[in-house]
């Protein structure tokens, strides 16, 4: 459907250049994250990279803790394509590309260990605060989940505890007690289109992808998790090469935070 | 007891403070973003589109969708969970309703005009907020139009007519009369209308007036920023 466009992107790549001039491995400039930009949530970032724009809040509640983890908190990560950020987005339950997307950034937080689940348990099978993050997307040009990726983690250094009364949550004041985030863990998606591999892919590129490979890492370079996507199927050579972009480039998207 | 002085500290007939913006979403055929006080609203415009399934195409004229949602993390409560309510349907109703009069659909046949209003932070007035970004989104998109919308929530606390109530006012231990209104501010019409409180029939004349009078005002703050998108620079 998109072979025309596709044979354009793959000649401009031959002369390492891309639709918008930007060389292979470049992210859009700038990468921006801005905090605190919704003051009902405990805690809430802004993404912006090039044009693409997400917002991530958290919601932070006192809840039963799951029955195999009786002494630790919780997260929940949910994702909304909403309709008003592009225009093939529907209104309706989230899709499966939601899904997958509100799933890998979830992984990429929880298995970072950047947060102690111990820590957030209240009392014993009884009660534990719940990390609630929403990402939704206000303009999709490209590249939704790095930024939201992004944008959860940065919401979460952003967020700060209610205050607890007696029994129940007062949302209207917030303490100063902050999450302990202890790593930053990073996604880099590292696409492959033709024989190339690039990273920020604006929309047109989106539709000539042959296979991507999320990347999640930390300041350390060890891996914390991975999500392989996209019809055509990947070589061992490819992955190693692409994890070591995704590390690479998930060192400098850091900076931004 | 009397209500002397507005909580918030405003003059009875004071808005929050207003900021107003239009194309801040680039994928959207139109966009704006309205402020007023701790509410927040963005709208985005897709369309004249085509509409599927084609039943619900009508020949005559144009179709517009309207979808108000508050983002899970909008409340000041607990998280408002996605997927809509019935909250959020009804709002969506009245909003398109508030809309609808200042559009000339006739000029689009068989097509859909959708109208996605998202609110990232809420502190009451949300769905006079949206209607305002709405309207300025419509007229981003190039849409022929007679007119912008705009609305404010105007109403009584104890004793006193005020304009644009907040949260604490909203919930004020007393009598409170909370009633939105979108109305046409070069011919005075009036397009979105709810109330819920009490208000003698005495006070309806007057508490129009002032909507009238702070919808004119912010229908000022809609035009300026408008025009500031298509504000040629000026070289000296």
Same mark, same amino acid.
């Given at each position: 459907?998109?072979?025309?466009?596709?044979?354009?992107?793959?000649?401009?790549?031959?002369?390492?250049?891309?639709?918008?001039?930007?060389?292979?491995?470049?992210?859009?400039?700038?990468?921006?994250?801005?905090?605190?930009?919704?003051?009902?949530?405990?805690?809430?970032?802004?993404?912006?990279?090039?044009?693409?724009?997400?917002?991530?809040?958290?919601?932070?509640?006192?809840?039963?803790?799951?029955?195999?983890?009786?002494?630790?908190?919780?997260?929940?990560?949910?994702?909304?394509?909403?309709?008003?950020?592009?225009?093939?987005?529907?209104?309706?339950?989230?899709?499966?590309?939601?899904?997958?997307?509100?799933?890998?950034?979830?992984?990429?937080?929880?298995?970072?260990?950047?947060?102690?689940?111990?820590?957030?348990?209240?009392?014993?099978?009884?009660?534990?605060?719940?990390?609630?993050?929403?990402?939704?997307?206000?303009?999709?040009?490209?590249?939704?989940?790095?930024?939201?990726?992004?944008?959860?983690?940065?919401?979460?250094?952003? =967020?700060?505890?209610?205050?607890?009364? &007696? @029994? $129940?949550?007062?949302?209207?004041?917030? /303490? #100063?007690?902050?999450?302990? !985030?202890?790593?930053?863990?990073? =996604?880099?998606?590292?696409?492959?289109? &033709? @024989? $190339?591999?690039?990273?920020?892919?604006? /929309? #047109?590129?989106?539709?000539? !992808?042959?296979?991507?490979?999320?990347?999640?890492?930390?300041?350390?370079?060890?891996?914390?998790?991975?999500?392989?996507?996209?019809?055509?199927?990947?070589?061992?050579?490819?992955?190693?090469?692409?994890?070591?972009?995704?590390?690479?480039?998930?060192?400098?998207?850091?900076?931004?935070? | 007891?009397?209500?002397?002085?507005?909580?918030?500290?405003?003059?009875?007939?004071?808005?929050?403070?207003?900021?107003?913006?239009?194309?801040?979403?680039?994928?959207?055929?139109?966009?704006?973003?309205?402020?007023?006080?701790?509410?927040?609203?963005?709208?985005?415009?897709?369309?004249?589109?085509?509409?599927?399934?084609?039943?619900?195409?009508?020949?005559?004229?144009?179709?517009?969708?309207?979808?108000?949602?508050?983002?899970?993390?909008?409340?000041?409560?607990?998280?408002?969970?996605?997927?809509?309510?019935?909250?959020?349907?009804?709002?969506?109703?009245?909003?398109?309703?508030?809309?609808?009069?200042?559009?000339?659909?006739?000029?689009?046949?068989?097509?859909?005009?959708?109208?996605?209003?998202?609110?990232?932070?809420?502190?009451?007035?949300?769905?006079?907020?949206?209607?305002?970004?709405?309207?300025?989104?419509?007229?981003?998109?190039?849409?022929?139009?007679?007119?912008?919308?705009?609305?404010?929530?105007?109403?009584?606390?104890?004793?006193?007519?005020?304009?644009?109530?907040?949260?604490?006012?909203?919930?004020?231990?007393?009598?409170?009369?909370?009633?939105?209104?979108?109305?046409?501010?070069?011919?005075?019409?009036?397009?979105?209308?709810?109330?819920?409180?009490?208000?003698?029939?005495?006070?309806?004349?007057?508490?129009?007036?002032?909507?009238?009078?702070?919808?004119?005002?912010?229908?000022?703050?809609?035009?300026?920023?408008?025009?500031?998108?298509?504000?040629?620079?000026?070289?000296?």
């Amino acid at each position: 459907m998109y072979s025309e466009l596709r044979n354009h992107i793959i000649k401009l790549f031959e002369s390492n250049v891309r639709l918008d001039g930007r060389k292979l491995t470049e992210y859009r400039k700038p990468v921006t994250v801005e905090y605190g930009v919704t003051n009902t949530a405990e805690g809430s970032a802004r993404v912006k990279i090039g044009n693409t724009e997400v917002i991530a809040g958290v919601k932070i509640e006192i809840n039963k803790p799951f029955p195999d983890t009786p002494a630790e908190g919780g997260l929940v990560v949910g994702a909304e394509l909403l309709p008003l950020s592009n225009p093939d987005f529907e209104l309706g339950p989230p899709g499966i590309e939601a899904i997958e997307l509100a799933r890998t950034v979830d992984r990429g937080i929880r298995e970072s260990k950047c947060v102690d689940f111990k820590k957030l348990c209240i009392e014993e099978g009884e009660k534990a605060w719940f990390l609630i993050i929403d990402i939704v997307t206000i303009n999709d040009a490209g590249n939704l989940s790095d930024a939201s990726s992004l944008a959860a983690l940065a919401a979460l250094k952003d =967020a700060r505890f209610p205050k607890l009364e &007696g @029994e $129940k949550l007062n949302y209207k004041e917030k /303490t #100063d007690k902050r999450l302990d !985030i202890k790593n930053s863990p990073i =996604a880099v998606t590292v696409i492959k289109i &033709g @024989e $190339k591999f690039i990273v920020d892919p604006d /929309t #047109d590129e989106e539709k000539a !992808i042959d296979a991507r490979l999320m990347v999640s890492s930390i300041e350390d370079g060890t891996l914390c998790a991975m999500q392989k996507g996209g019809n055509y199927p990947l070589t061992a050579e490819d992955i190693i090469k692409m994890v070591d972009i995704g590390i690479e480039k998930g060192k400098e998207l850091r900076k931004a935070l | 007891m009397a209500y002397k002085e507005r909580l918030n500290k405003r003059g009875f007939e004071e808005t929050r403070p207003i900021e107003a913006k239009v194309g801040i979403i680039k994928r959207a055929d139109g966009s704006a973003y309205f402020r007023i006080g701790n509410t927040i609203a963005y709208a985005a415009v897709y369309g004249p589109r085509n509409l599927f399934p084609r039943f619900l195409q009508d020949p005559q004229r144009g179709i517009l969708r309207c979808n108000y949602n508050m983002m899970p993390f909008s409340g000041s409560g607990e998280r408002v969970r996605p997927g809509g309510s019935r909250r959020s349907k009804e709002i969506s109703l009245v909003t398109g309703k508030a809309l609808l009069p200042v559009l000339n659909l006739e000029e689009y046949p068989n097509t859909v005009v959708d109208v996605f209003i998202e609110l990232p932070q809420t502190e009451a007035g949300s769905r006079c907020a949206g209607i305002c970004a709405a309207s300025m989104a419509l007229a981003d998109a190039g849409l022929i139009m007679k007119d912008l919308v705009a609305a404010v929530s105007v109403g009584r606390v104890d004793d006193k007519l005020v304009v644009d109530l907040d949260y604490s006012e909203e919930s004020y231990e007393g009598i409170v009369a909370d009633i939105p209104i979108a109305m046409i501010p070069n011919s005075n019409k009036i397009t979105l209308l709810q109330m819920d409180g009490m208000i003698p029939k005495e006070d309806v004349k007057k508490v129009l007036e002032m909507a009238k009078k702070a919808c004119k005002k912010i229908y000022e703050v809609q035009k300026s920023a408008l025009k500031d998108k298509y504000k040629v620079e000026q070289d000296v």
